[in-house]
């Protein structure tokens, strides 16, 4: 189409104007993004820097002829090079066209490591381009550490409420519960369902509709913003009547409210009780003090008579008027001005507040001379005082006397006891020496019968031959008796052992023992079940052996031996242990004879044997703890007993 002169001007003077306003407009464009207070880019279709802000230069410390037309990978010696960057560029705008919020943290060679907030534009034909990214870039890096700093404020808060001991609520400004303590769910017996976002005076069906609390909270808390100690009781739905105490603070700006009230709740319905009891008491003390037997006086902080028992004023012969009020020093015409005492009062009791089994001797005017133990104790605000000093007063001057002639008979006795112990040890030491010392002559008389035998047996006749056996028998008796002796010396000096002891494994081992020398007899064993055992297990074990071998062989002379081992439990903490027999038995009238060393009741030719069997007995028994006794019928048997302590085991 040809257009005549007329409208060829029209458009070229449209033109003219639509050139006018874009490059009005690219001014316009240019004058916001260097007036824009965050940095922000520009970039063509090859992301290529087309514009820069003012801003940008400034924060990443560069110039324009280090930024225009730089690919923007590349700029500032490439610290733009960053993967979410590339993301964003090349992934997500390419596809939204716009995105707004993109969080980026990098370490930027000029400015260190920052948080960036990224929004970005996709725009065709603009600023001469087919394609123009705006890219605004806002430093988040302080608001991030703000908000760091706040969640640990928020945590450390959280461990604040949950850790104090009493019930606290925090209320926001329309007195809604924001968040409670774990102390203010276990109190008042409510979860967290119940509590959080109500209305405080609906807590607990209504239970903290109360109208003081109301009064704090409408009233006089908008005025002073902080209240302490405000008492408040009320009969509470879940825990009953109570007296609380409320400490309240009102906050601006927290928990992400505008005003936030903390409300501190202390129970002192107990204290409270105290108090009230406190009274009761008081007259309860005065009871007391009048009722002890012992003399007793209450000091104020200056030393003055308060009060003083029934008791005092007996003992020491004076009067209340007397008394009340009156120094202590000045007491009795100052029979009671003592050093010791003065050390006491006035030195000792300051430091400590309490003393006991103070000693202290005076020649009293009123009673003479005696001995006083004085138990002091210093209490604050009683009686109606600053401080008070109760001094409980014990004559022990009968008590001292006795001590003193117990002391006396003790250091006899010890003396006595240290002598029979020397002489016991020298006694043992004799034995052993003599038992050793003997071995040597009956070795050579054994030794020279045996020769004798040998040389001359054909020259002597019967008796002499009898006589031979009767003194190398003799001899070997003799050598039986000082190994028993050397048996019982030595189990008075060796070290005993503390274990626990199997006694039926011990008694089955005994008595397997003696079967070579009883096989040809006939012997009903009755083994009991018997309780473990606690001590040295050689000894014990030859305790078995000692009193089963007398059983077997105090019923040789029976058709049918009967034999029983067994235990009883006794009430006094131990278990006692017997061995009964239908052997010989013996007479009663003897019994005391039994454990004693080289005591026999039957004769060697109708019983063999040392005679310290029995003793080495008594001897390891005693030495566990226990005791020996035993009965018997002559010819109808005889039991033998012993007792030890209770394992600690089967005592716990």
Excluded: C
Excluded at 238 to 265: F, S
Aim: charged letters at 30%.
């Amino acid at each position: 189409m040809i257009l005549g002169s007329k409208e060829e001007n029209i458009f070229d003077a449209e033109r003219n104007q639509e050139e006018a306003q874009k490059e009005q407009a690219l001014s316009y464009a240019e004058s916001i993004i260097s007036t824009v207070r965050d940095p922000l880019l520009a970039l063509d279709q090859d992301l290529r820097v087309v514009k820069a802000s003012r801003a940008f230069y400034e924060v990443f410390k560069v110039n324009p002829q280090d930024t225009i037309g730089q690919f923007i990978y590349d700029l500032g010696n490439k610290q733009w090079d960053i993967p979410r960057l590339r993301d964003l560029l090349e992934t997500i705008l390419p596809k939204k066209t716009s995105f707004d919020n993109y969080e980026l943290e990098h370490d930027f060679s000029t400015i260190g490591k920052r948080t960036m907030l990224l929004n970005a534009r996709q725009i065709d034909e603009v600023l001469g381009k087919k394609k123009i990214i705006l890219l605004a870039i806002e430093d988040i890096t302080e608001r991030k550490q703000v908000e760091a700093l706040k969640e640990q404020a928020l945590a450390y808060l959280e461990s604040i409420i949950n850790t104090v001991r009493d019930p606290l609520l925090a209320l926001d400004q329309d007195l809604r519960v924001v968040k409670a303590s774990r102390a203010f769910y276990e109190v008042f017996k409510v979860s967290s369902q119940e509590t959080i976002g109500q209305f405080i005076y609906d807590l607990g069906n209504k239970q903290w509709d109360i109208p003081r609390l109301r009064d704090l909270l409408e009233t006089i808390l908008p005025e002073k913003t902080t209240l302490e100690n405000y008492e408040l009781e009320h009969d509470f739905s879940t825990i009953g009547k109570r007296t609380m105490l409320l400490n309240a603070r009102q906050i601006d700006e927290v928990l992400g409210k505008k005003r936030i009230i903390l409300l501190a709740i202390e129970d002192i319905t107990e204290r409270k009780q105290v108090e009230a009891l406190k009274e009761q008491a008081l007259a309860y003390v005065e009871s007391i003090i009048n009722t002890v037997r012992d003399p007793l006086l209450a000091l104020d902080q200056d030393l003055r008579v308060v009060t003083a028992s029934q008791a005092f004023y007996e003992v020491f012969k004076v009067s209340s008027q007397e008394t009340i009020g009156q120094f202590i020093y000045d007491l009795g015409n100052k029979q009671w001005d003592i050093p010791k005492l003065r050390d006491l009062l006035e030195t000792i009791l300051p430091e400590k507040t309490t003393f006991d089994n103070y000693e202290l001797e005076h020649n009293f005017s009123t009673i003479g001379k005696r001995t006083m133990l004085l138990n002091a104790r210093q209490i604050d605000e009683v009686l109606g005082k600053k401080r008070i000093i109760l001094l409980a007063i014990e004559d022990i001057t009968e008590r001292k006397e006795a001590e003193e002639v117990i002391a006396k008979l003790d250091k006899g006795l010890k003396q006595r006891a240290q002598e029979l112990e020397a002489a016991n040890k020298e006694l043992e030491a004799f034995s052993y020496s003599i038992s050793h010392d003997l071995r040597a002559p009956l070795r050579h008389i054994d030794g020279f019968i045996g020769i004798l035998r040998k040389s001359s047996a054909d020259k002597l006749d019967a008796k002499g031959l009898h006589q031979l056996n009767v003194i190398s028998d003799s001899a070997k008796q003799m050598g039986n008796l000082i190994d028993a002796l050397l048996f019982f010396s030595r189990i008075g000096r060796v070290v005993m052992e503390k274990n626990f002891v199997n006694a039926n494994k011990i008694v089955q081992s005994v008595v397997s023992d003696l079967q070579p020398d009883i096989k040809d007899r006939d012997i009903e064993w009755k083994l009991g079940t018997l309780p473990p055992m606690e001590g040295d297990p050689s000894m014990l074990k030859q305790v078995f052996a000692n009193l089963i071998q007398n059983a077997v062989k105090y019923t040789g002379n029976r058709l049918k031996a009967i034999i029983e081992v067994g235990s009883t439990d006794a009430e006094n903490g131990e278990d006692e242990f017997f061995v009964r027999d239908n052997g010989a038995g013996f007479d009663m009238q003897y019994v005391g004879n039994l454990y004693g060393v080289f005591q026999r009741l039957h004769t060697i030719e109708e019983f063999e044997g040392t005679g310290i069997g029995l003793a080495n007995v008594r001897r390891i028994i005693t030495r566990h703890g226990g005791r020996t006794w035993a009965e018997g019928i002559v010819d109808n048997g005889a039991t033998f007993y012993f007792s030890l302590p209770k394992p600690e085991v089967r005592k716990s």
